[in-house]
């Protein structure tokens, strides 16, 4: 999870794919989500700094790693302006998140270490206002902002952004509560391995998944017969010399498989998977769960499933440049 650290300045200068960011998105009246791709040519994350000032009330927000004075600085002031902040940082990643932390704890930000009742507490949520969330694939640490692939959504659907307070309120108590999935939500370790093969197994005509760890099982032989059942299968993984038994039945059921080594600028963190692409039945899946049995079965994780034409676009614009971006395996 961590071999982005072992790059070198080299690399982050010779960076020459590049996405622009966008503003934080104004959903469309009818449309209560928006997605985007995390910047790669810049080296801030304007589209989530708007998205936090924009809290008047409350902030909650539950991340795996958080590095990024920005975000620390807006917290504490927001905190000091009366809006209630809270936030749950992953105990197992003290080494990384301790100075955010005490800084946080120093600021008067109600900031707590994660329940030891999971292995990792790897969600990346920001929730303001208790109306509106934004779930993402990546974590909160600028080092990384400007070589790493990863996406965001924006969900203002109220059973979604309820389920997701609920959750966070017993988290941050470290009691134990069984998730809703709303209306689009999934869950480790509750609901994402089921969630996720069902929509893996829901394609018909295409599926294209960006994921960093590929290993469960369950999910790589669900891609294969749709391989096998003649679904167009593209799939873009993040060093892939770690997952060459999975890549080999892949290509053997005729899928088509591209990594980016170690050696390249740019970081596969992504998890994000789009089936039947252009299809009025489409769907997009963006989450925090890698597709590893631990990520699904003992971390507590956070991803959503949608129907939006919009969000779908957006995802597979990018997936498209990785995809031929990538070197075949």
């Not at 017969?225 to 999975?246: H, L, Q």
């Not at 590893?292 to 959503?304: F, V």
Request: glycine letters at 6%; aromatic letters at 8%.
């Amino acid at each position: 999870m961590h071999a982005r650290a072992i790059r070198t300045s080299a690399l982050v200068c010779g960076l020459t794919m590049a996405t622009a960011f966008v503003a934080y998105p104004a959903h469309a009246a009818s449309d209560p989500y928006s997605a985007f791709v995390f910047s790669t040519s810049a080296a801030t994350e304007p589209t989530i700094y708007n998205f936090i000032e924009q809290a008047t009330s409350s902030l909650n927000m539950t991340m795996y790693e958080l590095s990024d004075t920005t975000v620390e600085n807006d917290l504490i002031s927001l905190e000091a302006d009366g809006v209630d902040v809270r936030v749950i940082l992953d105990q197992a990643e003290k080494s990384t998140n301790q100075a955010a932390y005490t800084k946080l704890e120093d600021g008067g930000v109600g900031v707590v270490w994660s329940s030891t009742a999971f292995t990792y507490t790897h969600q990346k949520t920001i929730t303001i206002n208790d109306d509106e969330s934004l779930i993402l694939s990546g974590n909160l640490t600028s080092e990384w902002y400007t070589t790493t692939r990863d996406y965001g959504v924006f969900d203002s659907d109220a059973t979604d952004v309820a389920a997701i307070v609920a959750v966070f309120n017993d988290d941050y108590k470290h009691d134990s509560i069984t998730p809703s999935d709303g209306d689009n939500l999934l869950w480790s370790p509750t609901t994402a391995q089921s969630r996720l093969l069902t929509l893996v197994e829901s394609a018909t005509t295409s599926i294209d998944v960006e994921e960093e760890e590929f290993s469960d099982t369950a999910l790589i032989n669900a891609l294969v017969k749709d391989a096998d059942n003649g679904v167009t299968v593209r799939v873009v993984v993040e060093d892939p010399s770690d997952y060459s038994s999975e890549i080999t039945k892949l290509d053997d059921a005729g899928a088509e498989v591209v990594g980016y080594p170690e050696s390249a600028a740019l970081y596969i963190h992504a998890k994000a998977i789009v089936v039947d692409y252009g299809l009025s039945d489409a769907k997009v899946e963006v989450g925090s769960m890698n597709w590893t049995s631990n990520s699904l079965g003992d971390n507590r994780e956070l991803g959503i499933i949608l129907s939006d034409t919009a969000a779908e676009k957006v995802v597979e614009t990018q997936f498209d440049a990785d995809f031929a971006g990538g070197t075949a395996e």
